[in-house]
């Protein structure tokens, strides 16, 4: 080996001290985005989509679906109350409704990361206070992230496991170190975590409920707590970040109060009495058969809207839990999605107001279409072996009917066929059978409105000797089967946000599938995805994420592991007329009620409407 000269030892010595440098060092910046930059410049007064001079007072009333008895909404044990996490605690940074994934300072007030995101670090704001007054320190950073990493929900510890070490380099800056370079996304999901006071949990055991009021270091505190039944928070009038730019024009309201209800029925003829104030309509029948004839609506007291959005659907779907031996078979799950009637349920439960959801990003740019080709190709060929060959030559379609109910023969033939050809054949009890066992499996829904949907699917699959029964529980139940995977079918939503990353793992890997409560709920062990979430995670461009995401997309589908449901491109919402509204509706957040303000005039004219009503 040739022997170098001092000189260009010392020249070499110059550029790795010059990376090591680089890698050490960052401009502190009140924003960041995961790809490009920010749209919010330093300078920014507020956000573009709030009115800076909303008046503050009045009170929204609100409504919950379902029960609570904890205060604490960070772990498994129990049912949080609606909103604990949202107004009493605080994040170090926050994103805006009008990007794909930018976050701005919080608690901190600056963010430091160095060009391969090796680390990132957080300069607290000095008056950031809880709402004891205490501080907010780096020591409550370290001390929430390391709590829920040990006692929080299993999301915790899925979506920072990419975190190396967090240290204190004063009272007011902590700087976590990754196990890698290159994920764009983890020093903004860094700052996303809940702060939580550590001195107020000393001597407290962090992973059991509780009713005690917490401390918090948001714009409302809690005011009053009925178990089950209510919640009211009131503002915080001298809350720290009021006046910071991204949240000037935001939490208007003094007080904000949500009652608990355990049947939908009766909330929506709760909203109709005036008990609360804004409902959002998830049932397409209702929106269109139980809104028109009511009278505030009638005149006009009520505001009925549909408005349109630009968000990925998600994918709701009937989901198989592939831990049942029933479902762990591909042409199963194939074969079962030849059984639902999507165009004859659309037509007659939901007015032909819903599109069939094709896939997991649907209503976006992220969404797979086609067959792969270019760099998504590329992607997907080395697990050429390991994925089906019609994923490579033909485009991912559903089964489809004209919604007419008398075309449904042809799909079932192709279900039977399928499940034939696997081996299934009607046994002695009239079921079919495999092996001796029979296909027979339980859908667990905690919405009796589902009931409609699915019904018609069961009476199909009774038609190709497939018995499924329909349980129906209320949430506490549901929540904890969903948590022990207890379930064959059930109805859920895989929520999907513009810049996916580290949330996916906890969705679909192999890791999360045997971790009681993750979002792994069809139990995936596929080591192609496993790959294919790396790649998505560490997309160094808005580019390569889309590209990624395409082929992620692609392999999910083609897996069966869902029957994908449906989707609307739009928030229906009604609302008592006694609001102000930001005249810019933000692009990703339809129903943006925390910029919204209460209008005094409006609501003694509704007021005066109401007794004219009653007289």
Known sequence: MPRLSALTVLFCALILSGLAYAAETAT???????????????????????????????????????????????????????????????????????????????????????????????NLRKNARWSDGKPVTADDVIWSFHTLMEKGMPFYRSYYAGVKDVVAESPTRVKFTFKSTGSQELPLVVGQFPILPKHYWE?????????????????????????????????????????????????????????????????????????????????????????????????????????????????????????????????????????????????????????????????????????PAGEELKILAPFKEQLPDDLFTKPFTLPKTSGSGNDMRENLETAKKLLEGDGWKIGPGGLLEKNGQPLKFEILIDQEAFERWIAP????????????????????????????????????????????????????????????????????????????VDLVISAPDREQLITRTHALDRVLLWNYYVIPNWHLNAARVAYWDKFGKPSVTPKYEPVALMTWWYDPAKAAKLAEKGKSQVK
């Open 457 to 532: 699917m069961v009476s199909n699959l009774k038609k190709l000797g497939i018995q499924a029964n329909i349980r129906y529980v209320d949430s506490a139940q549901y929540e904890k089967r969903l948590q022990d995977f207890d379930f064959d079918m059930t109805v859920h939503t895989f929520g999907e946000a513009l810049s996916p990353g580290n949330e996916q793992r906890n969705y679909w890997t192999s890791e999360k599938a045997d971790i009681r409560g993750s979002q792994n709920l069809i139990g995936i062990k596929n080591p192609v995805i496993d790959k294919l």
């Open 28 to 122: 502190p910046v009140p924003g960041i985005a995961m790809h490009g930059e920010p749209k919010y410049g330093a300078d920014f007064k507020h956000l573009d989509y709030v009115n800076p001079d909303a008046p503050k007072g009045g009170e929204l009333h609100l409504a919950a679906e379902g029960t609570f008895d904890s205060l604490n909404p960070f772990i498994i044990k129990g049912n949080a109350a609606p909103g604990i996490g949202e107004y009493v605690y605080q994040t170090l940074m926050t994103g805006d409704s009008d990007e794909a994934f930018s976050e701005y300072g919080l608690l901190a007030e600056t963010i430091e990361t160095p060009k391969d995101r090796s680390w990132v670090a957080f």
């Open 203 to 371: 001597g407290k055991n962090f992973g059991e409920s509780t009713t005690d009021v917490p401390v918090g270091s948001g714009p409302y505190k809690v005011k009053s707590f009925e178990s089950g039944k209510r919640i009211a928070f009131e503002r915080d009038k001298d809350w720290w970040a009021k006046d910071l730019p991204i949240t000037k024009g935001i939490y208007n309201f003094d007080t904000i109060v949500y009652d608990a209800y355990r049947d939908p029925t009766v909330m929506l003829q709760s909203f109709f009495a005036g008990n609360f104030d804004v409902h959002v309509e998830n049932i397409a029948k209702a929106w269109f058969t139980e809104y028109d004839d009511k009278p505030p609506v009638k005149d006009g007291r009520v505001k009925k809207e549909e408005i349109h959005h630009d968000l990925p659907s998600g994918m709701q779907s009937f989901v198989f839990n592939i831990r049942r031996p029933v479902f762990s078979d591909p042409k199963v799950r194939e074969a079962l999605n030849y059984t639902f009637d999507f165009e004859w349920s659309n037509k007659q439960l939901a007015y032909g107001a819903y599109t069939r959801t094709k896939s997991y990003f649907d209503n976006s740019e992220l969404a797979s279409s086609g067959v």
